[in-house]
């Protein structure tokens, strides 16, 4: 046997009833489940940060600066899962010097642009340019010039001028609460509008992106708060932790909503597609989506945050309790994620059959490489928290 005849049987065997031959290799695989992630990764933390700014909820105090840059982290490496799946990464600039206004992902990568450079550096420089220039003072060498570099030359600290970079700052994040929006639902609006899947086909789609994106970003934020506190050997807030966790609660609730709302309005509508999506759900999607996203992302975690809420109990065993939360959340979500990119690929297009997904470990599709994806985005943020510790500037404070 050949390897051309290997290759056919193994692709057959990975096929369930009638199926094109263009349907059995799915075209978009992990790095294209973890593009979403790390974008919603990117929305959640920065509307955490806006409750604190904006909505002036004082007690999130802690994890302002923490959710600020690791919005930023996250957001640098948003795009590289993308670009890692092209087949000519080193035409990705063509999308900003070749822009077409119909084009979903194109206007993605002037929104990036915008959230990355106007948004997120803008907020960030202007919280932390005061530091910058008090920084540059007092270390020595390399690290002053660099602090000083990055206050741009802008070395006024007077009252006068700190009250200017705190209004300007506000107002940039009341901007970037929409752009924060727009940066994700726009995923959504992609998966959404793709009318011959009726998998993705649903209006609520970039809603149901937007409010996991939020879910996914304060659960991150309430992990990093509690981790750096134990590396760090300090204190944690308990009322702002407690508070983080409330936020929590009320975006699970509002996502399961969402996302049964969806469900419910699939099986009343029950079209032509339905027989096919509930076989999917029930089959291929039956341990992801039932049990990774639906009952261990999102059932345990509401209980045991609504738990929380309803007794009091000791600050060890809450500390614990939100810690698991957080990583459950934030499984739940990436499955969110994978049942959605994968299960939409999974059916054939005339509802007669399904393919298999196989996930390999090395290769531009494999496990090797999702893994660097989301490892780098936690170096960047290492190397940020180095530069701009935010519990010195709280400490200054």
Same mark, same amino acid.
């Given at each position: 046997? /050949? ?7 193994e ?6 009833g #009638?199926?094109?031959?263009n349907?059995i ?5 992990i790095l ?7 974008t ?11 409750l ?7 007690v999130?105090?802690?994890?302002y600066?923490?959710?600020?840059i ?30 077409h206004?119909?084009?979903?992902m ?5 929104v990036y642009?915008? #959230?990355?450079?106007?948004?997120l ?8 340019r005061?530091?910058?220039v ?6 020595? @060498? !390399?690290?002053? @010039?660099?602090?000083?570099v ?7 600290i ?6 200017w970079?705190e209004?300007?700052?506000? !107002?940039i994040?009341?901007?970037g609460?929409?752009?924060a929006?727009?940066l994700?639902g726009?995923?959504?609006f ?5 009318k011959a899947?009726p998998? =993705?086909s649903?209006?609520l789609?970039?809603?149901i992106?937007l ?5 996914s970003g304060?659960?991150?934020v309430? *992990? ?9 050997r300090?204190k944690i807030?308990m ?8 936020y929590l609660?009320y975006?699970? *609730? ?12 699939? *099986? ?8 096919i999506?509930?076989?999917?759900? /029930? ?10 996203? *639906?009952?261990l ?5 509401m ?5 929380l809420?309803i ?5 060890r065993?809450?500390?614990?309790? #939100? ?11 990436? !499955? ?6 994968i ?17 390999g ?7 090797f490489?999702?893994?660097v =994806? ?6 960047i ?8 510790p935010p =519990?010195k ?5």
């Open positions: 046997m /050949n390897d051309h005849t290997r290759h056919l049987y692709m057959l065997s990975r096929v369930e #009638y199926i094109y031959p349907e290799e799915l075209q978009w695989g294209i489940v973890l593009y979403p992630f790390i919603g990764l990117v929305a959640g933390a920065f509307i955490l940060a806006s604190e700014r904006v909505f002036k909820v004082k999130l105090g802690p994890t600066q923490l959710a600020l690791t919005a930023l982290a996250f957001l640098i490496c948003a795009p590289l899962p993308l670009v890692s799946h092209l087949g000519h990464p080193g035409r990705a600039y063509e999308i900003m010097i070749t822009p206004g119909k084009s979903a194109a206007i993605f990568g002037f642009l915008w #959230y990355l450079m106007v948004v550096l803008l907020e960030i420089w202007l919280d932390y005061r530091d910058f008090l920084w540059s003072g007092q270390k020595k @060498g !390399f690290m002053s @010039g660099l602090y000083r990055l206050s741009l030359g802008v070395t006024d007077s009252p006068t001028a700190v009250r970079d209004r300007l700052g506000y !107002f994040t009341v901007i609460i929409p752009s929006f727009l994700h726009y995923v959504g992609i998966f959404g509008s793709i899947n998998w =993705w649903t209006v789609m970039p809603v992106f409010f996991s994106a939020m879910v304060i659960a991150l309430m *992990i990093l708060y509690i981790g750096i506190s134990y590396i760090r300090v807030d009322a702002c932790l407690d508070t983080v966790g409330r609660l975006m699970l *609730i509002l996502d399961f909503s969402l996302e049964l709302l969806d469900q419910v309005h699939r *099986i009343y509508e029950a079209e032509e597609s339905f027989d999506l509930y076989i999917l759900v /029930n089959g291929k999607l039956n341990i992801t989506l039932f049990g990774m996203q *639906i009952f992302g999102m059932i345990i975690p209980i045991s945050l609504g738990i809420q007794f009091k109990v000791r600050e065993i809450r500390k614990i309790i #939100y810690s698991v939360t957080g990583v459950l959340v934030l499984m739940g979500i990436f !499955f969110m994620r994978w049942n959605v990119v299960g939409g690929q999974l059916f054939s297009k005339g509802f007669h059959g399904f393919t298999s997904f196989k996930l470990m090395a290769g531009s599709e494999g496990v490489m999702a893994m =994806w989301m490892i780098l985005p936690f170096l943020l290492a190397f940020l928290l180095w530069l701009m =519990w500037k709280q400490e200054a404070s």
